[in-house]
């Protein structure tokens, strides 16, 4: 269902609505599950909807590191954000990578250095990688952040970036996402520590 809903919204048509995920049996559980398995394939791990990317939106401009498929992107181009999407193609998890907007390839700590006056879009950066780390080391004093994905002990990034987010940057904005059953995924908004240059 929502796998179908988020489709028609891609092709134009409304964007989708997304029930409390509550299940009464194993049965529906494995069958969101699979569900779920499928939506990554195609748009990733955030759960995208309407509301999620309107309240983003007054954090543009953006610079997304590690964008995958594109999705998050295109749907923020689509309500009119300003936003580049980079990923370094390596492709951990058999995306189509690029395959909802542009997505230039870049790692992520250079993307960042090359756009410094840019909000910092990671959605759901790869676990256990060090790539979200070095691209929280380059950003600049004042620049923002936005961080989709579970903290510290959860599924995104690894301790020493969770770690580094607890230190050096201070949570700003919290933004309302929906979530897959047992997923315990955020959207918050951070701000680096220290004096701009």
Known sequence: MILAQTDTWFAGGPGP???PMEY???RDFAKKHEERGDYIHKYGFTLLDQNMIKDMLPHGPFIEVGAGTGALAN???HYGADIFATDSHHNHYDFIVSDHYYVEKMNASKA???YPDR???MSWPTLESRWAFYALEVM???QKLIHIGEGRGGCTADNAFHNKLRKEFT???HIPIRRWYGIHDNCDVYIKKGRKK
Request: proline share 10%; glycine share 4%.
């Open 17 to 19: 609505v997304i029930p």
């Open 112 to 114: 960042v250095k090359n």
């Open 24 to 26: 009464d049996n194993i």
């Open 75 to 77: 749907r923020l181009a």
């Open 140 to 142: 600049s004093p004042g």
């Open 119 to 121: 909000t910092v879009i």
């Open 171 to 173: 949570e700003v904005d």
